[in-house]
């Protein structure tokens, strides 16, 4: 497709499962990212994927959070042992730091609602 | 790690009326975006602003860029119910975004 796409769109599990949520960035897109908002509140940073360099974890939440992008392409982030405190939105994003008129421009999927009961 | 505050974090206003929002940084930056996101949808982009000083006008929304390039302002003309959403802002290529201002216009 011509935009980003996650999936599921909606998750419901129960506190203690183990979660996996997907994002494929628009084709030739090198820059992923994930962001957590909450209801009501703005967009928290979570994990930066850029190409082949080391992601930037630095907004991880706590180490039950982990996200893999394989072949440079598709990324899963995956919580694991859910608390009800994970519930939010898990949006991603992805640019294209390398294209020659490269403008800084996120481009946004509508986002994986998770509901841990 | 440059900060943006945003502020208001709420404001609900009549269809009709003017409104400005603001986001703040005690940062320099080289340019600056500000999205809006609706409910149930990703942010989409609404403008980049580059030059200090720099006014930039999209329809009835107005977009200035404080001359240190520290703050940036959006001013919306006549406000409209189909404006209504959550309008955040952000260093552009940066990963971090402010709070956000969330905007109710009522009929």
């Known amino acids: 497709g011509a935009g980003v796409s996650q999936s599921p769109s909606n998750k419901v599990t129960e506190k203690g499962k183990d979660v996996e949520l997907r994002c494929d960035p628009i084709?030739?897109?090198?820059?992923l990212y994930w962001y957590r908002q909450s209801l009501g509140q703005g967009l928290e940073f979570l994990i930066y994927f850029q190409g082949n360099s080391a992601p930037d974890k630095s907004g991880l939440p706590s180490d039950r959070f982990s996200a893999e992008r394989t072949g440079g392409s598709v990324s899963t982030l995956t919580i694991q042992r859910t608390q009800q405190e994970d519930s939010a939105v898990y949006l991603c994003a992805s640019s294209s730091p390398g294209a020659r008129l490269y403008t800084g421009e996120l481009f946004f999927g509508e986002g994986s609602r998770l509901t841990v009961l | 790690t440059q900060l943006l505050e945003q502020s208001p974090q709420f404001l609900s206003i009549q269809e009709g009326e003017n409104l400005t929002v603001y986001c703040n940084s005690s940062?320099?930056?080289?340019?600056l975006q500000w999205y809006r996101q609706e409910p149930g949808e990703g942010p989409v982009l609404l403008v980049t602003?580059?030059?200090?000083?720099e006014v930039k006008k999209l329809k009835r929304l107005t977009f200035q860029f404080g001359d240190a390039r520290k703050d940036s302002s959006l001013h919306i003309t006549a406000a409209q119910p189909g404006d209504t959403g959550l309008y955040l802002c952000?260093?552009?290529?940066?990963?971090?975004f402010g709070a956000g201002t969330r905007l109710t216009v009522k009929p």
């Open positions: 084709s030739g897109h090198t820059a």
């Open positions: 952000a260093g552009a290529g940066d990963m971090r």
């Open positions: 940062s320099v930056f080289s340019s």
């Open positions: 602003v580059v030059t200090g000083g």
